[in-house]
């Protein structure tokens, strides 16, 4: 989630001509820190503690989407979805609101 989430940013900030570097580099943070995982097909022994510094991560994240004015629904979705990942589903589904979600977004839950 957090490469697409990536992906989806640079290629809002480029189609939109604007430039966010703050933005790009939290995006950045967030899937190098995951990317050091994503060869183990388990979870490691200390889940917890990455789940919360990817948490962390993801938060700060959404601050720059929000100073930077990128946000749409479908990157609030993957903010949701990322959350949903860390098993954080309460807050994936507010902080998506943040991130732009729209409130009445058929993927929302209910």
Not at 1 to 17: K, P, Y
Not at 31 to 60: H, K, M, Q
């Amino acid at each position: 989630m957090a490469d697409r989430i990536l992906d989806l940013l640079e290629r809002s900030c480029e189609a939109d001509g604007v430039e966010a570097p703050e933005l790009m580099a939290a995006a950045q943070r967030l899937s190098n820190f995951l990317f050091r995982y994503t060869e183990d097909s388990d979870n490691p022994p200390d889940g917890y503690r990455i789940r919360d510094e990817a948490a962390v991560l993801g938060r700060a994240l959404v601050d720059e989407m929000e100073r930077s004015g990128i946000t749409g629904d479908r990157l609030g979705q993957y903010v949701r979805n990322f959350f949903e990942c860390l098993e954080l589903g309460k807050e994936g589904a507010e902080i998506s609101l943040r991130a732009g979600e729209r409130p009445d977004s058929l993927q929302r839950p209910t």
